[in-house]
């Protein structure tokens, strides 16, 4: 229930939200306008949206502050964050974080859909596709760089590396081939940059089982370091929970 005042430039709601811009003749927001949603017990900062309306719903671009701290700019239709261009920036929890955890690209009914870069609050940055707000990429258009500088190129499916991929280790090492879950699975070759080796083989829960030399030995052992394994099962582990860090996060008035 509303009640509009005489100058037809404001809404005044009855649960204390207000706007204030323009209107159709039915006197919904039309238009340009914004909105400011009432105050509520512990938000971080005053909900509100700053953008273009149609037919009383957000449609066009807008910005819009949660209640929470977060902030979206970007296009809307029909009330949801749609379109390309969108950048939502989550609210920096830890005041000694560097980085804030954000996204930019396209969206769909409220979801990241589409191409789009998200930055982590650790230093990592994933750019590639996304379905129904999950990291969903294929093999050539999708890049999770960790901010040890390991790089890994490839497949995506729900948030995890998943399928035919590539991964550039810190040293130059190189492997390629299968993943699941996460971890290499399935057929892989493993490069050694230092020494020029390449061995081929089969993987299971990212160890190497069988194995056999592909690329002849120069000067050195073709034994892949525990390190790595180590590092790829910390890195997989290291997504999941940042994922988590912000999935429930949006869309607080």
Same mark, same amino acid.
């Given at each position: 229930?509303?009640? %509009?005042?005489? *100058?037809? #430039?404001?809404?005044?709601?009855?649960?204390?939200?207000?706007?204030?811009?323009?209107?159709?003749k039915?006197?919904?927001?039309?238009?340009?306008?914004?909105? +400011?949603h009432?105050?509520?017990r512990?938000?971080?900062?005053?909900? #509100?949206? =700053?953008?273009?309306?149609?037919?009383?719903?957000?449609?066009?671009?807008?910005?819009?502050?949660?209640r929470?701290? *977060?902030?979206y700019?970007?296009?809307?239709?029909n009330?949801?964050?749609h379109?390309s261009?969108?950048t939502?920036?989550?609210y920096?929890?830890?005041?000694?974080?560097?980085? %804030?955890?954000?996204?930019e690209?396209?969206?769909?009914? =409220?979801q990241k859909?589409?191409?789009?870069?998200?930055m982590?609050t650790?230093?990592?940055?994933?750019?590639?596709?996304?379905?129904?707000?999950?990291?969903?990429?294929?093999?050539?258009d999708s890049?999770?760089?960790?901010? =040890?500088?390991?790089?890994?190129?490839?497949?995506? &499916?729900?948030? +995890?590396?998943?399928?035919?991929?590539?991964?550039i280790? *810190?040293?130059?090492?190189?492997?390629?081939?299968?993943? #699941?879950?996460? /971890?290499?699975?399935?057929k892989? +070759?493993?490069?050694? /940059?230092? +020494?020029?080796?390449?061995?081929e083989g089969?993987?299971?829960?990212?160890?190497?089982?069988t194995?056999?030399?592909?690329k002849? #030995?120069?000067?050195?052992s073709?034994?892949?370091?525990?390190d790595?394994?180590?590092?790829?099962? &910390?890195?997989?582990t290291?997504?999941a &929970? &940042?994922k988590?860090?912000?999935?429930?996060?949006? =869309?607080s008035?």
């Amino acid at each position: 229930m509303t009640e %509009s005042n005489d *100058d037809d #430039k404001t809404i005044e709601y009855y649960n204390g939200d207000r706007y204030e811009g323009q209107k159709d003749k039915q006197g919904r927001p039309h238009g340009h306008g914004v909105y +400011t949603h009432h105050n509520e017990r512990g938000q971080i900062q005053q909900g #509100k949206y =700053d953008g273009e309306w149609e037919d009383g719903e957000k449609h066009g671009n807008g910005k819009h502050w949660y209640r929470n701290g *977060d902030i979206y700019e970007g296009p809307w239709e029909n009330g949801k964050r749609h379109g390309s261009n969108g950048t939502y920036t989550y609210y920096k929890h830890d005041s000694h974080q560097d980085i %804030s955890l954000s996204y930019e690209g396209q969206w769909k009914h =409220d979801q990241k859909h589409g191409q789009g870069i998200m930055m982590f609050t650790n230093g990592d940055k994933y750019q590639g596709q996304w379905e129904n707000g999950q990291m969903c990429g294929n093999k050539d258009d999708s890049t999770y760089t960790h901010h =040890d500088k390991q790089i890994y190129h490839g497949k995506f &499916t729900n948030d +995890t590396k998943h399928g035919k991929g590539k991964i550039i280790y *810190d040293n130059g090492d190189i492997y390629q081939g299968g993943f #699941k879950n996460g /971890k290499r699975h399935g057929k892989g +070759t493993y490069t050694f /940059k230092q +020494t020029g080796i390449a061995t081929e083989g089969l993987y299971e829960n990212d160890k190497r089982t069988t194995y056999k030399v592909v690329k002849a #030995k120069q000067h050195s052992s073709d034994t892949e370091t525990t390190d790595h394994v180590q590092r790829q099962t &910390t890195t997989t582990t290291t997504i999941a &929970t &940042t994922k988590k860090s912000y999935a429930n996060l949006e =869309d607080s008035n």
